[in-house]
């Protein structure tokens, strides 16, 4: 297990002389969520279809609303509630849970050039900012780039083939 460190650091103010904060607090807080959601431990929500009782998400709320508007929303308004239905939601959508939660919970994910594109789009119907920006957007922006590039030359090397 990480051990915490803490830092102290003087602040030069005889009523406060020292701050105390956690080492890679972020960190910590990122693996121990991991483990209990791995382990099933303090999970407070279960997400999912009902017409697919089977395949509901375990997964802890606070990281939910902290991620996403869209289940921030859905959470204050049925406060108490642990089982989250996706029924209004788009399946294609509704499918991108698992590595949406992944990501949530800051497991690494290696991604093909369809599943970005798939995965930013339903980032945008959960309110995900941070995937529709940063590193997952610009990905998208190179393969989309790439993409038109290679349209480009295969119509150019048509033209050229019958003389256009």
């Known amino acids: ?58 997964c802890h709320k606070l990281v939910l609303a902290s991620f996403s508007d869209y289940f921030e929303s859905l959470l204050l308004s049925t406060e108490g509630a642990a089982m989250l239905s996706l029924e209004a939601v788009d399946p294609l959508y509704a499918r991108q849970l698992t590595p949406i939660f992944d990501y949530m919970y800051g497991v690494r994910l290696t991604l093909d050039e369809r599943k970005v594109s798939v995965i930013i789009d339903a980032a945008k119907v959960f309110g995900i900012h941070s995937l529709q920006t940063g590193e997952l957007a610009r990905a998208r922006q190179t393969a989309l780039k790439t993409k038109l590039q290679q349209k480009y030359r295969k119509s150019k090397t048509n033209r050229c083939v019958h003389g256009h």
């Open 1 to 58: 297990m990480l051990q915490q460190r803490l830092i102290i650091a003087s602040e030069h103010d005889d009523e406060q002389p020292y701050v105390l904060r956690a080492a890679a607090m972020s960190s910590l807080l990122q693996i121990n969520l991991q483990r209990f959601r791995k382990a099933g431990k303090f999970i407070d929500a279960k997400i999912g279809s009902r017409s697919e009782d089977a395949n509901y998400t375990p």
